[in-house]
């Protein structure tokens, strides 16, 4: 049961999750070196498609996940949405996989005319010079420093170094409270122990 699921987790969506943040980390680096942002555009493009890459992966577990249970994918989001905690923390992360959905999408068709996506296109996903004041504290990068944002239709803003790791702790619970046994952990995503 859910072995497919399981295999995508593993072998998918843990390497995209790397690569969003080692992405992460080379815009922050280029960013300290030259502030200016022709200096950082093209670090600033990687991790903007670094970070619809990890998006794409996470979405698809939704698809392999409701075939092996049995369910539909509207049953396994809300569940999923539901399990979507800080990690480390009882704090919910409200929106989370939903974001998550909407960059995935909006990444492979630019626009957006899905009610239940919380943005409309991809000029929704921003890297800006600052997600200060966005989020909540301890989320994302300090100091002003630029990173992948999204800025729901609603007015929100919020920082996707938030989303990847909350979202992925969400699907190593869905998964572990169906019984199935996991790989050995520890694993870290952005930096966050997801699963010990």
């Known amino acids: 049961m859910l072995e497919t699921t399981v295999d995508h987790l593993i072998h998918n969506v843990l390497p995209a999750a790397a690569d969003y943040s080692a992405a992460e980390r080379v815009l922050t680096q280029t960013f300290s070196t030259d502030n200016t942002p022709t200096a950082w555009d093209a670090a ?21 996940c409701y075939g092996e249970l049995g369910l539909t994918k509207a049953v396994v989001r809300n569940d999923i949405s539901a399990l979507c905690v800080w990690p480390g923390s009882i704090t919910a992360r409200a929106g989370a996989h939903d974001r998550i959905r909407g960059v995935s999408n909006a990444y492979k068709h630019q626009n957006l005319n899905d009610p239940a996506l919380p943005i409309t296109s991809e000029n929704d ?5 600052s997600g ?9 990068k300090y100091g ?45 995503v952005c930096g966050l122990q997801v699963h010990p």
């Not at 991790?47 to 998006?55: T, Y």
């Not at 966005?134 to 989320?139: E, K, N, P, S």
């Open 44 to 64: 600033a493009r990687t991790a903007k498609r670094r970070a619809a890459e990890v998006a794409i992966a996470i979405d698809a577990l939704t698809d392999r």
């Open 132 to 140: 200060w004041g966005a989020d909540a504290y301890g989320v994302g």
């Open 125 to 129: 996903v921003l890297v800006v010079g």
């Open 144 to 188: 002003g420093v630029p990173e992948v944002l999204v800025l729901e239709t609603a007015g929100q803003m919020w920082k996707f170094l938030g989303d990847v790791p909350t979202a992925i702790a969400a699907w190593f619970r869905f998964i572990a409270a169906t019984g199935v046994i996991l790989p050995l952990g520890p694993f870290e």
